[in-house]
């Protein structure tokens, strides 16, 4: 009696395609963009299949092509991650007083500057306002003294009606 082993070999197209895949994101957008110009060079249907493949696996447009999957930063945001670092401590004390005193000092300046452009909104607002009232009201004084003063009718004093 004898035993057969069927195993895949290790190898073929298919880790081919992803060794090259690799190899590709190791090097870079640029050699993604590289092997598409060659594909278009060397058969029209295979740099449009790397045109398809690069726009619809997200390659044209990842920051890096193999930074976000071989680091595990899939869903992460590039400002989010050193946000979150921003704020842990250094370990030397020093640093982390001088720090914690700017951040603070930098959110109390963007409090008053937020603070100085509301009045400076509110006073442009109440001179437009202002404008726009001197403007009416000379405007009424204008038609006023245009109109000539309506005669009364029959025997009522002027101003009555």
Request: proline content about 4%; glycine content about 8%; some cysteine.
């Given at each position: 009696m004898?035993t ?7 190898g ?6 992803h060794?090259?895949?690799?190899w590709?994101?190791a ?28 726009i ?6 990842a920051?890096?092509?193999g ?7 899939d869903?992460d ?11 842990q ?13 700017t ?20 006073s ?15 405007a ?22």
């Open positions: 004898t057969t082993n069927y195993t895949a070999r290790p073929g197209f298919r880790s081919a395609l060794r090259g895949e690799d590709l994101d090097k870079g957008k640029w050699a993604w963009i590289a092997a598409m110009v060659l594909g278009f060079v060397i058969f029209w249907p295979l740099g449009l299949a790397l045109l398809a493949y690069m619809w696996g997200k390659k044209m447009f920051r890096s092509c930074h976000r999957r071989a680091h595990g930063h869903h945001h590039h400002w989010g991650r050193h946000a979150m670092r921003a704020a401590p250094t370990g030397n004390r020093a640093f982390d007083s001088y720090k914690a005193e951040l603070r000092r930098l959110e109390e300046e963007q409090e008053a500057f937020e603070a100085f452009l509301q009045r400076l909104r509110t442009k607002d109440k001179t437009e306002f202002d404008a726009f009232m001197e403007d009416r009201a000379r009424n004084l204008a038609q006023d003294a245009t109109e000539a003063p309506a005669k009364p009718e029959g025997d009522a004093r002027p101003g009555e009606y």
